[in-house]
């Protein structure tokens, strides 16, 4: 099933003289195991999109469908929940909770779902983004790229359908940027769907599809080339 849906989803902020269309008429799909990143000039609606699709924001008119549920459609509560369950963040600004220890801020949406053993799903997820050792550090012991990570992690555990990315590798050197789109790709090559946000061409390239934006309309699509269509291009 078709993880995130947009049909012709517009987002007018503001109103009057003042109106902006950020995005003006996008329709797009993105099926399991499939990562697009969004590129696009600044102010072209790149976050506007990724805010629609995880349902922090909602469209003036169209629809945003995840796992093929009008996020319009359902109460406040029942959003939160669906959020929770099915959609993993990871934004520019990185949301940790201060109070909260590494462990506990990635264990978090687990919790509030009652999961049971979250703290051993939230180490083994720490681990992966090679934060071995970092479980008990509150956000503010950490360098901003192992906050960082400690975001990834969260956005990444669990059963998550849809993990949605705002230049992810921010903060990050290039080595660990790299390995922080591999474990994207890896969330991905296991079933899920992914929207990447970037700047970055050699990040888009991480890519299944390149959607490129412009003043709330795309207007190119690159998809990634197949192997066979390499080999046989002269
Ligand atoms: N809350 C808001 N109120 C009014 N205008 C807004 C609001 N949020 C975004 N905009 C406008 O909508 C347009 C799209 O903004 P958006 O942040 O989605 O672009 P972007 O491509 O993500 O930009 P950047 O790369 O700089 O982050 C811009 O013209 C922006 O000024």
């Not at 902020?13 to 996008?26: Q, R, S, Y």
């Not at 360098?143 to 990315?165: F, K, T």
Request: hydrophobic fraction near 40%; charge should be negative; glycine fraction near 8%.
């Amino acid at each position: 099933m078709t993880v995130l849906e947009l049909r012709e989803v517009h987002r007018v902020h503001g109103t009057g003289e003042t109106a902006v269309n950020a995005l003006d008429g996008i329709s797009l799909q993105v099926e399991p195991g499939e990562l697009v990143a969004v590129m696009g000039p600044s102010g072209s609606g790149k976050s506007t999109l990724l805010n629609l699709a995880g349902g922090l924001d909602s469209p003036t008119s169209g629809e945003v469908l995840v796992d093929g549920t009008c996020l319009q459609s359902l109460s406040r509560k029942q959003l939160a929940a669906w959020r929770r369950k099915r959609i993993g963040y990871v934004f520019q600004d990185l949301n940790l909770i201060a109070s909260l220890t590494a462990a506990e801020n990635v264990a978090l949406p687990l919790d509030l779902d009652g999961v049971r053993k979250s703290r051993q799903q939230a180490e083994k997820a720490l681990s992966e983004v090679d934060l071995n050792g970092y479980a008990d550090r509150f956000p503010d012991e950490m360098s901003g790229g192992q906050q960082q990570r400690v975001a990834i992690a969260r956005a990444l555990i669990g059963e998550r359908r849809l993990v949605l990315a705002d230049e992810p590798t921010g903060a990050l050197d290039s080595r660990t940027g790299e390995t922080v789109l591999r474990l994207l790709r890896s969330k991905v090559d296991a079933g899920a769907a992914a929207v990447l946000v970037t700047h970055d061409a050699r990040h888009a390239a991480w890519a299944d599809r390149v959607i490129f934006l412009r003043d709330g309309v795309v207007v190119d699509v690159s998809q990634r080339d197949q192997p066979e269509e390499l080999l046989s291009t002269p």
